[in-house]
């Protein structure tokens, strides 16, 4: 573990310097452009599988040894630290201390140069694709490899949307997003901002392509995007847009065969494995990836149990807001995937590390290894061999959950508010929570269903995207109330804050000379707006 803290100490002045990298993704160079226009299908072939291996892979954007550089993963956990629900200690050992102050709005930091230079590298790779196979769709292989291109340019632009411009709540569809980059693209140096309508007209063309060019394709594991995977990606997007009818039919078509994990399989540290059943799509985290820098992935930051990573050996665990936490009923089996405050869960019961088994994992100390776990630690995601090195567990993209949820939610706001209730009891009775009731947490049917959304999918990147969509205030605290919120990352926002909205980096704005930058908000301060609430944590 020496080599670990050679790089720990780094990181507290490793998030500037970033004016000196060249521009990324679709906005690129001209020597880079009459390279990709020039492309033979081998490097295309290439391309694509780099699209979906950089999705998670160490080193995706700045390659380099940054433990905080993993891709569309890393996009993930950051934004879920700037929302209101994960927690990470405010230690110099915090790469992501960026995200829990939301200073990330820097648009010279690193953080926020790879959450936006990741997508865009991904664009270019399907741009790339659908320009070299243009006219060739007579061959299936082919077809479907562009109806995936298509697929994974639009899952790239919903990484993007939600976080550069208000949404559809908010009334925000006029307003400019992020610049469009497709196959037809010539002049990257004057590529205004698309309004979010058009950004979600394309994200929308992109994926019914897909859907209607997959449905005689089978793939051979779920790393790949198939037709169930596109119409839970059009799903999310129509979720955006509130289409609420066509987004509760897209995601009963993406959960069609697909069984939500049970009970017992919940009760113990899992997530970790593509071949999961309820996973519609994931991560394939091979070790010859993760052995590029082992602490450039989920093991080693979000997964409490890794033997080889930064949770575990700096006490810098994922841990859940309290205020969230407390909401959770003892009945359900959910409120186990992190330890109380007495460091203790069930899920424990089945873990064993360095021969200490048990609850007593919990305060287990290894040097350089592990420090005692913090309370709410997760102990969610687990490891395919506790205390292991190899940080090779593999990530869920979308799970059959997270489907489930959002028929729930788009049958209600489609006005069949007696369809949504009975597909939410049902799922949460059956697999989470036998005595469950809706009514019982006292919140609105609106807010129990994303209250159910934070529960399920706690720390796998949907909570920034579901409170901007929302257009709910950021609650991380309540005066008066004992939080576990470190007190620098200790603040509240409003609803329509500007600050909520990201910044384009310097290598765009000095590329493109059309974008026009985000400015509104400040970022906020210590204890500010500590009589907010969101209607879940009330």
Request: a negative charge.
């Amino acid at each position: 573990m020496k080599k670990t803290y050679i790089i720990l100490l780094s990181a507290a002045v490793g998030c500037s310097q970033m004016n000196e990298l060249q521009p990324q993704g679709g906005i690129i160079t001209t020597e880079q452009l009459q390279e990709v226009n020039s492309v033979v299908p081998s490097r295309a072939d290439a391309s694509f599988n780099g699209m979906f291996t950089k999705l998670g892979s160490p080193g995706s954007v700045l390659g380099g040894s940054r433990p905080d550089d993993f891709g569309f993963v890393m996009m993930a956990f950051s934004n879920d630290i700037e929302a209101a629900d994960v927690l990470l200690a405010n230690s110099g050992y915090n790469w992501f201390s960026v995200c829990g102050l939301l200073s990330s709005r820097n648009a010279d930091y690193a953080n926020p140069y790879i959450r936006y230079a990741a997508p865009y590298n991904t664009i270019a790779a399907a741009n790339e694709i659908i320009r070299t196979y243009s006219g060739t769709a007579d061959s299936a292989v082919i077809r479907h490899k562009v109806a995936q291109a298509h697929a994974m340019r639009a899952f790239a632009y919903l990484n993007l949307a939600p976080y550069f411009q208000f949404g559809y709540a908010a009334g925000a569809e006029h307003l400019p997003c992020v610049p469009l980059v497709t196959e037809e693209t010539t002049d990257f140096t004057d590529n205004p901002r698309a309004t979010v309508s058009d950004v979600y007209a394309l994200i929308i063309s992109d994926l019914t392509f897909a859907i209607d060019n997959l449905a005689d394709y089978v793939r051979t594991d779920k790393s790949r995007i198939d037709r169930q995977t596109a119409y839970g990606l059009r799903a999310r997007a129509y979720m955006n847009m509130e289409e609420w009818s066509l987004a509760a039919a897209d995601a009963a078509a993406a959960a069609e065969g697909y069984v939500p994990a049970s009970v017992s399989e919940v009760s113990k540290p899992s997530f970790y494995d593509i071949n999961e059943h309820n996973w519609i799509w994931g991560y394939d985290m091979t070790t010859e990836i993760a052995l590029k820098n082992p602490y450039a992935t989920s093991s080693s930051w979000i997964r409490s149990f890794s033997g080889d990573g930064y949770s575990a050996a700096t006490q810098v665990y994922s841990c859940i807001n309290n205020l969230l936490y407390e909401k959770i009923p003892a009945s359900d089996v959910r409120k186990g995937w992190w330890v109380d405050s007495s460091l203790e869960s069930p899920l424990l019961e089945s873990v064993t590390w360095n021969g200490v088994s048990g609850n007593d994992v919990a305060t287990l100390e290894i040097d350089d290894v592990k420090m005692t776990f913090l309370p709410y630690t997760n102990v969610k995601f687990g490891m395919s061999s506790v205390g292991g090195t190899l940080n090779d567990e593999d990530w869920p993209l979308m799970r059959v959950e997270e489907m489930i949820l959002i028929q729930a939610e788009a049958l209600l706001k489609s006005g069949s508010a007696g369809a949504a209730l009975s597909v939410l009891e049902n799922f949460v009775r059956s697999y989470r929570d036998p005595s469950y009731s809706a009514a019982a947490g006292g919140r609105t049917l609106e807010d129990e269903i994303w209250f159910q959304r934070r529960v399920e999918l706690w720390g796998e990147g949907f909570s920034n995207s579901d409170t901007r969509r929302l257009n709910k205030p950021l609650v991380r605290f309540h005066d008066g109330s004992d939080s576990n919120v470190p007190s620098a990352f200790r603040f509240n926002m409003a609803a329509d804050d500007g600050w909520w909205l990201m910044r384009f980096t310097s290598s765009e704005m000095n590329t493109n000379l059309a974008i026009i930058d985000n400015t509104g908000g400040t970022q906020p301060v210590q204890d500010q707006l500590g009589s907010l609430r969101d209607g879940v944590t009330d």
